[in-house]
């Protein structure tokens, strides 16, 4: 996913200012990679971490809390959020937001879609979308979860049963693979599906149609998530604190405006 690749790239520009050097620590499940950090912390190998990510499922952010380790996340903790410094956008406002413009654009039928459902966007950017919905008094659907095979093969029944026009869906890597699924099962985007989603990463412009997008600023988020890590390393700061970096929509060519067709 280019979200983590463009945060590392900001987070090792900033570090480069402070003449400090970035290790990354990764693995394919959450034992392998507490083992890394453990390993990394009790060898004296880093000085402090910041994480990418805020899952569910994570033990990460409990072992550094009880061993007191300097750190910084980029998301929404699930909990212990008195003792952690973190940097996010709004994302309950960024699901909100996303869903807004499609109901200006004339759609009134709207899914949102996802591949993860442990992550704390996905619960922040789903309540949004809820939000919006019950604000305008538009019927909300549950989330399309896709991380079964099923998942796919219901996608087309899904469309016709609702009948929906739009789809917001969790981020733009898998916004392509949405697109690509509507149009195996004959729907165009966006004359027959509308697709907003978010992060303005690299593929929102890497296939037509282009994908409009919200940009949530990574680079703001790695530079703000290592200055932070630094203020605590440096004991100039190390109470918890939120910090909210502004997002700004990129409108390019999956929405449909349907209000034109009235």
Same mark, same amino acid.
């Given at each position: 996913?280019?979200?983590?690749?463009?945060?590392?790239?900001?987070?090792?520009?900033?570090?480069?200012?402070?003449?400090?050097?970035?290790?990354?620590?990764?693995?394919?499940? #959450?034992? !392998?990679?507490? %083992?890394?950090? @453990?390993?990394?912390?009790?060898?004296?190998?880093? /000085?402090? &971490?910041?994480?990418?990510?805020?899952?569910?499922?994570?033990?990460?952010?409990?072992?550094?809390?009880?061993?007191?380790?300097?750190?910084?996340?980029?998301?929404?903790?699930?909990?212990?959020?008195?003792?952690?410094?973190?940097?996010?956008?709004?994302?309950?406002?960024?699901?909100?937001?996303?869903?807004?413009?499609?109901?200006?654009?004339?759609?009134?039928?709207?899914?949102?879609?996802?591949?993860?459902?442990?992550?704390?966007?996905?619960?922040?950017?789903?309540?949004?979308?809820?939000?919006?919905?019950?604000?305008?008094?538009?019927?909300?659907?549950?989330?399309?979860?896709?991380?079964?095979?099923?998942?796919?093969?219901? #996608?087309? !029944?899904?469309? %016709?049963?609702? @009948?929906?026009?739009?789809?917001?869906?969790?981020? /733009?890597? &898998?916004?392509?693979?949405?697109?690509?699924?509507?149009?195996?099962?004959?729907?165009?985007?966006?004359?027959?599906?509308?697709?907003?989603?978010?992060?303005?990463?690299?593929?929102?412009?890497?296939?037509?149609?282009?994908?409009?997008?919200?940009?949530?600023?990574?680079?703001?988020?790695?530079?703000?998530?290592?200055?932070?890590?630094?203020?605590?390393?440096?004991?100039?700061?190390?109470?918890?604190?939120?910090?909210?970096?502004?997002?700004?929509?990129?409108?390019?060519?999956?929405?449909?405006?349907?209000?034109?067709?009235?």
């Amino acid at each position: 996913n280019p979200f983590y690749l463009e945060t590392i790239e900001a987070i090792n520009e900033e570090a480069r200012h402070h003449q400090m050097t970035v290790a990354v620590a990764s693995a394919r499940d #959450f034992d !392998t990679l507490l %083992k890394n950090v @453990e390993r990394m912390h009790l060898q004296k190998q880093v /000085d402090g &971490f910041i994480l990418v990510y805020s899952d569910e499922k994570d033990p990460i952010i409990d072992y550094l809390v009880r061993k007191k380790v300097p750190f910084t996340l980029i998301g929404h903790p699930y909990s212990n959020e008195e003792n952690i410094v973190f940097v996010d956008n709004d994302n309950q406002m960024l699901g909100k937001q996303a869903t807004e413009y499609l109901i200006s654009q004339g759609h009134s039928k709207i899914l949102f879609a996802t591949n993860t459902t442990h992550e704390n966007l996905y619960f922040e950017r789903f309540f949004g979308y809820q939000k919006a919905m019950m604000l305008a008094n538009l019927p909300f659907y549950p989330a399309l979860t896709f991380e079964q095979a099923e998942d796919y093969v219901n #996608f087309e !029944t899904t469309i %016709k049963e609702t @009948e929906a026009t739009a789809i917001v869906v969790i981020d /733009d890597l &898998f916004a392509v693979r949405i697109i690509q699924l509507a149009t195996m099962f004959g729907y165009k985007v966006p004359d027959d599906l509308s697709v907003i989603s978010f992060n303005n990463s690299i593929f929102a412009t890497l296939t037509h149609p282009y994908l409009t997008s919200i940009d949530i600023n990574v680079l703001s988020l790695g530079k703000i998530a290592t200055e932070s890590l630094m203020a605590q390393l440096n004991h100039e700061g190390s109470n918890a604190v939120q910090l909210v970096v502004p997002h700004k929509l990129i409108k390019r060519e999956t929405v449909l405006n349907l209000n034109n067709l009235a």
